[in-house]
């Protein structure tokens, strides 16, 4: 029996997404591995996950939250300039909580994640995305 999680459908969404590492440290916390899996992308207008993200999510989730019970998780939302201000920081904040959402299906806690709709735009691609960070 397998300990890893059920993935979304592996063989049509390719490959799964990079987790970026980096090694943080402030002058007064000792050194930590971060790892982020950026740009989880969003239809405009939408909270619904694509397979491919669904994929990215599951993969991120067992190699680096799963396996490593100790780590927070940030889940920060993104959405483009498409509507106002406040629209658009909602659904930022509807998109990170979606993330969140599916991730809890896959055994983590919610009270190991703290979501957040971004204010503004990062522009480009990134704009109707959602990014993770594991610390």
């Given amino acids: 029996m397998s300990l890893a999680p059920a993935f979304a459908s592996a063989e049509s969404a390719g490959p799964p997404a990079p987790a970026y590492e980096q090694i943080v440290q402030g002058p007064d916390t000792p050194a930590a591995v971060v790892r982020e899996l950026p740009d989880i992308q969003f239809a405009p207008g939408s909270t619904r996950l694509t397979d491919t993200a669904l994929t990215q999510i599951d993969y991120f989730t067992y190699y680096n939250i799963i396996a490593v019970p100790t780590v927070s998780v940030r889940i920060t939302g993104f959405a483009d300039e498409r509507g106002s201000a406040a629209a658009n920081q909602a ?10 959402d599916y991730m809890s299906t896959k055994g983590i806690p ?24 594991a610390e």
């Fill in 91 to 100: 659904l930022a904040g509807r998109r990170a909580e979606a993330v969140a």
């Fill in 110 to 133: 919610r009270d190991r994640m703290v979501t957040l709709g971004a204010e503004g735009d990062p522009g480009g691609a990134d704009s109707r995305s959602v990014d993770i960070l």
